[in-house]
T-cell receptor, first 114, second 111 residues
Framework: EPEVTQTPSHQVTQMGQEVILRCVPI?????FYWYRQILGQKVEFLVS????????KSEIFDDQFSVERPDGSNFTLKIRSTKLEDSAMYFC????????????FGPGTRLTVL | EDKVVQSPLSLVVHEGDTVTLNCSYE??????LLWYKQEKKAPTFLFML????IEKKSGRLSSILDKKELFSILNITATQTGDSAIYLC???????????FGTGTRLKVLA
């Protein structure tokens, strides 16, 4: 069964460093999302992406964040200068065109900023 | 501001018990409500509810939506230790179809 994959599973970085989190959505999906979950807190929407552009972004998604679909398969989230408070689990999700409901989640990348 | 509230925040029961998890919401541009189960990592899909009063059922799990009172419940009967997880309620909004998640209910089932 096709699934969303994410790499790495765990990333440790120093404050101020740039990180890129990678996602490979399910192949026929065209809508992509990033969510994050700070430890012990709820899952929060970051950004949605369709047709090579951002559809919507939350207040969390400030200028330090960017997303890109560099090729036909990868979908990346870049944090330019990480802060301690960026430590969280980051989930990528995707959904197919024509389906307006269920999103399929990847296993997440745990980002730890020291 | 859109919000989704789940209760209780956590619950400890014994195997065989029946549990009811609650989700209330105040969301503009409501499209549907979804329940997910989160064990170690990625949330896995359980149910999607769009219409009021129609129960969705899958084995020992069932769920129903009340769009007038703006809530949903998730029932688990004859609980098993494998049901131990965080249960997430999410409201899907129209437009960009983003999810708004509740805080989750952490369920622990003791043998």
């Amino acid at each position: 069964e096709p699934e969303v994959t994410q790499t790495p599973s765990h990333q440790v970085t120093q404050m101020g460093q740039e990180v890129i989190l990678r996602c490979v959505p399910i192949s026929n999906h065209l809508y992509f999302y990033w969510y994050r979950q700070i430890l012990g807190q709820k899952v929060e929407f970051l950004v949605s992406f369709y047709n090579n552009e951002i559809s919507e972004k939350s207040e969390i998604f400030d200028d330090q964040f960017s997303v890109e679909r560099p090729d036909g398969s990868n979908f990346t989230l870049k944090i330019r200068s990480t802060k301690l408070e960026d430590s969280a689990m980051y989930f990528c999700a995707s959904r197919p065109i024509g389906s307006y409901n269920e999103q399929f989640f990847g296993p997440g990348t745990r980002l730890t900023v020291l | 501001e859109d919000k989704v509230v789940q209760s209780p925040l956590s619950l400890v029961v014994h195997e065989g018990d029946t549990v009811t998890l609650n989700c209330s919401y105040e969301v503009t541009n409501f499209r549907s409500l979804l329940w997910y189960k989160q064990e170690k990592k990625a949330p896995t899909f359980l149910f999607m509810l769009t219409s009021s009063g129609i129960e969705k059922k899958s084995g020992r799990l069932s769920s129903i939506l009340d769009k007038k009172e703006l809530f949903s419940i998730l029932n688990i009967t004859a609980t098993q230790t494998g049901d131990s997880a965080i249960y997430l309620c999410a409201v899907l909004t129209s437009g960009t179809y983003k999810y708004i998640f509740g805080t989750g209910t952490r369920l622990k089932v003791l043998a």
